[in-house]
């Protein structure tokens, strides 16, 4: 089993009549990504209204847990309806959630403050938690720091909370620093893994992700970030105890190998790569990949569609 | 001799009469950082003034090597006699020249432009070269992407240039990002090294420099740039054919490790760290510091006190 992201040897394969059948009598849950894998940007990808009903049907818990940040549970649920699906607030696990899950969790006092680099997602997250929160997308939007400033912090921010903000700015990036750097135990927290994970041109050529900002914050902070997102197994141990499925039993549907499968992998749950994402097949069959899906197929209808066959 | 920035032990001192003589009477030359060095900021670091004439009169060469693009040579030698230092532009040698000087270098053809993320410096230099640019402080300043669109870049764009831009955003980001992946051949040029550089809270807090914006880059890009500035021994070459003079017989004088020491270590001078700027004497002694000078001292002004002793 790739337990822990290290499988022994590259055995991965497209998903046949076959396996699409074995794949569904093992597991009794499929956790979906959502951006590449149910829609691309406001388009719903191709035959996932059928997919989602035949896996309700055949019994399938269907849950959802993406890495987007941008939006809560209730943006969420907005955006599912608009596109026409039926989906609740409680199998939606995104990481702006998992932000505010992990504060919660770990006690975080209700006396601090979190300063947010990101989306209303975030914000609307934590206040749903009951944390006040600091800066998201138009706090210090238009504000400039003289360098020769010593510029100082609001002592009781004791969490700094990262995803994408697409009004990013140096006071921002300057804030979220001296926040993490100066306030004694202020954590760092990311919803999504560090480093660039867009890769399809195709799809969209937008290549400033959330890990983009989060690098830049590893730099100036020195420090790394606990990631609540996929691949971190935080999600995971929410699910599990939410819904006391045995994760072997799970199949995690993904289009990105270094958060999705990753994820799948990491908790023992059956993974399928869709290709109708960020990852090619010539990036999944490239030598340089080292995390193979149990199997692959081109989008998810595929998953349904191979069933008649 | 610690050459290649690994030296095979820790073995540095502190700045004595004796080491202090010593050192003036085996070099030629003396290349001396500024920020942190000459000053902080707008303010004169104390006994510069005696320090430069005194080494001049003992018929040293005196060279500037920074790596802070935001300024031109031009502009350099204004805050050089705002400060009351006689300085010309041809012992000036800033990361913004050194960007000009390597697309020149390396034949830049007249016809492509250089995209900037950075300052009014790097748009000078890269105009006193015949470079045409886009980009820079106000470029596209306000202008925000939609995640949706596709967006295009200028196909004559043949390299994007790095330095510290306090008005960064979002598009220009992306918009460097697309350059760098987009256009065939197109360089990634740093004038800093990547990652956080800045480490004194008694100078300045802020941690947002330009190796931070180089480092988000480095992760929408999934390249690797080319560093102009220091430690990279583009300006050391420079150096040395337009002053014929041995890197044996020149003395590095900085106050960052990783950037100034490396790089007089990496060319073969001698090397002196000062105090007065990022590196505390704890951060040079700690265990997990592997780059040494040979001598250390508070500040510049203790080379020449020391030979009054």
């Not at 209303?120 to 400033?149: F, H, Q, R, T, V």
């Not at 990036?173 to 480093?195: H, K, M, V």
């Not at 197994?233 to 939410?242: C, P």
């Amino acid at each position: 089993m790739a337990a822990n992201g290290a499988p022994s040897s590259p055995s991965f394969e497209a998903l046949s009549s076959r396996t699409a059948r074995s794949l569904i009598d093992s597991v009794d849950a499929f956790l979906f990504d959502c951006d590449g894998v149910i829609w691309t940007g406001h388009k719903l990808i191709d035959g996932v209204p059928e997919v989602l009903q035949t896996l309700r049907s055949l019994g399938k818990k269907l849950l959802f847990v993406t890495n987007n940040a941008s939006k809560s549970r209730n943006q969420y649920v907005k955006k599912f309806h608009t596109l026409g699906l039926d989906v609740c607030k409680d199998d939606i696990f995104s990481s702006s959630f998992a932000a505010a899950m992990f504060l919660k969790l770990n006690n975080f006092p209700q006396n601090k403050k979190a300063y947010v680099v990101g989306a209303e997602g975030i914000l609307e997250e934590m206040n749903l938690a009951g944390y006040a929160c600091l800066g998201g997308p138009e706090g210090g939007k238009n504000m400039e720091l003289d360098l020769s400033l010593l510029t100082e912090c609001d002592k009781s921010i004791g969490a700094v909370v990262v995803g994408l903000d697409k009004h990013i700015n140096h006071h921002k990036l300057q804030y979220a620093t001296l926040c993490i750097r100066e306030n004694p135990d202020c954590l760092f927290i990311a919803t999504d893994a560090a480093g660039h994970l867009l890769a399809n041109l195709e799809q969209c050529s937008d290549y400033q992700c959330a890990g983009c900002t989060i690098s830049s914050l590893c730099a100036s902070t020195e420090k790394e970030p606990i990631v609540v997102g996929k691949p971190s197994s935080f999600i995971m141990d929410i699910l599990v105890e939410r819904f006391q499925i045995n994760p072997a039993k799970m199949c995690m549907v993904g289009d990105r190998l270094n958060t999705d499968i990753l994820f799948g992998q990491n908790a023992g749950c059956k993974t399928l790569l869709v290709l109708s994402g960020v990852t090619t097949l010539s990036a999944l069959q490239d030598p340089s990949n080292d995390i193979y899906p149990n199997y692959y197929t081109s989008n998810v209808f595929n998953i349904v569609e191979l069933l008649r066959t």
